[in-house]
């Protein structure tokens, strides 16, 4: 079977004379096909030199050139092809030497743009031989305000992507022989680049290190960052009341903290005062005077607390009547013995917790020394010592004409 190809064959002959260099050679109807320059001809103008084929479509209508190609192995292109020398006698090709060209020429205000003003172009990354071939694919562009088209973007013949900037600087991005491992290439040379006008990154010109003289780093501590209250670090800890708290100060007043274990057992503070103004007058209803927070799991199943107070009264009209209690629970109570004649008194009281967090044992309230002999009973509680619970100081007047002063107190923790 005979197979037949058809061509298409367009050339440009130095010696064919034609009296128009422009010939029609399509036309159906308004779509033209022209072979040879077309800029001397009246209908088509503005064409660029040596084109040889010019194909223009109806007013607005795109135009397109398609090929078709069908069956294992083929496929639809376009080529060109380029050397130095003459048709009939070609030479090699050399390094920069454009081998195939795709540009873009735009209409300005009153004419199409004389050069091209974006380009793909394919040149020769060397000198050709035979046995080498080597290409780069370079992106060009204008920007606005300009028609001076620069080079943007190149592909190398080795695959390395070079972004050339808007002056001189040029940032290479080269793969390495082995997978994984990519490296960024920065031109030799001195200076930073800034991120952006207002980030605080910089990227060095010589060794492509990103640097932050503001940013935190692993390997400092935090004083690094600006100064801090404790109560903005406090602001941004998600678990300030979970394990691993965080505590600032010489001596920090903790509140309502949750001791599970103290490091230091034996006789520990947990409040003492001698400050003037904890008084009561004019009023015969029971006061507290001073309210002491015991933490949560500070006395153990074991443990014990001592609770000392010093008072004084002023004025001999009536009675005075000193309380120490615990959670609401009174475990001591002055009573009003000696009458309007006392003054000043001391008292004190421990409260055992025995074996249990939540049972307390303690001398009968009206135990005034700890070798007496007492008809009462002692006092019993059921205090939840695992919970955060307060020591309260009371006085009581029998006359609104006397003052009732609490001197001071001690709050003790004993812990075996």
């Not at 397109?64 to 190609?69: K, L, M, N, W």
């Not at 001189?168 to 490296?183: D, F, I």
């Not at 009206?366 to 002999?373: E, G």
């Given at each position: ?5 058809t061509?298409l064959?367009v050339?440009a002959?130095?010696t ?10 399509f ?22 030199s ?13 135009t ?6 069908a ?7 376009f ?6 020398g003459t ?5 090699a090709?050399?390094?920069?030497d ?20 974006g ?8 000198n ?8 780069y ?7 606005s305000g300009?028609t001076t088209?620069?080079?943007?973007l190149r ?12 002056s ?16 960024l290439?920065?031109p ?9 006008a207002?980030s ?6 010589t ?20 100064s ?10 998600s678990?300030e009341?979970?394990?691993?708290s965080?505590?600032?100060?010489t001596?920090p ?6 001791l599970?274990?103290r ?51 002023t ?18 109570d ?26 307390q ?20 509680s059921?205090?939840?010592?695992t919970?955060?619970?307060d020591?309260?100081?009371?006085c ?18 004993l812990?075996?």
């Open positions: 079977m005979r197979k037949y190809r061509f064959i050339a002959l130095s064919l004379a034609l009296p128009c260099a422009a010939q029609q050679v036309n159906n109807p308004g779509t033209t096909m022209v072979l040879g320059s077309a800029a001397v001809s009246s209908s088509l103008t503005g064409i660029p040596q084109t040889i084929l010019t194909v223009r479509n109806i007013n607005g209508a795109s397109r050139i398609t090929a078709d190609s069956g294992t192995g083929v496929s639809s292109g080529l060109g092809r380029s050397a130095r048709i009939a006698a070609p030479t090709s050399q390094t920069d454009v081998l195939v060209a795709y540009q873009a020429f735009g209409y300005g205000a009153t004419a199409y743009s004389s050069t091209a003003a380009s793909i172009l394919i040149r020769a990354g060397g050709w031989t035979d046995a080498s071939y080597p290409t694919i370079g992106f060009y562009t204008a920007p300009s088209v620069a080079e943007r592909v190398a013949a080795d695959g390395t992507l070079q972004h050339f900037g808007t001189s600087g040029t940032v290479t991005l080269a793969a390495q022989a082995a997978a994984g491992t990519p490296t290439t920065w030799t040379g001195s200076g930073t680049f800034a991120v952006s207002t605080p990154l910089t990227l060095s010109a060794t492509g290190a990103l640097t932050c003289s503001t940013c935190g780093v692993t390997g400092t501590g935090l004083n690094q960052f600006a801090t209250t404790s109560a903005q670090l406090a602001g941004v800890i678990d009341t979970g394990s691993g965080a505590v600032f100060g001596a007043t903790l509140t309502n903290a949750t599970a274990t490091l230091n057992k034996g006789i520990y503070i947990v409040g003492m005062s001698a400050v003037t103004g904890m008084s009561v007058t004019g009023t015969l209803t029971e006061t507290t005077l001073a309210t002491i927070s015991v933490p949560a799991n500070a006395m153990g199943a074991n443990g014990a607390l001592r609770i000392t107070a010093q008072w004084s009264k004025g001999t009209a009536g009675t005075l009547q000193a309380k120490m209690k615990f959670a609401g629970t009174t475990f001591h002055s009573g009003v013995t000696g009458g309007a004649t006392v003054i000043s008194g001391r008292t004190q009281v421990e409260i055992h917790n025995r074996n249990a967090t939540n049972s044992v303690a001398a009968s309230t009206t135990q005034v020394n700890f070798s007496a002999q007492n008809t009462a009973a002692v006092v019993t059921a205090i939840d010592t919970s955060n619970q020591v309260t100081l009371t009581q007047l029998g006359n609104t004409g006397d003052t009732c002063v609490l001197e001071s107190y001690t709050v003790e923790l812990e075996p």
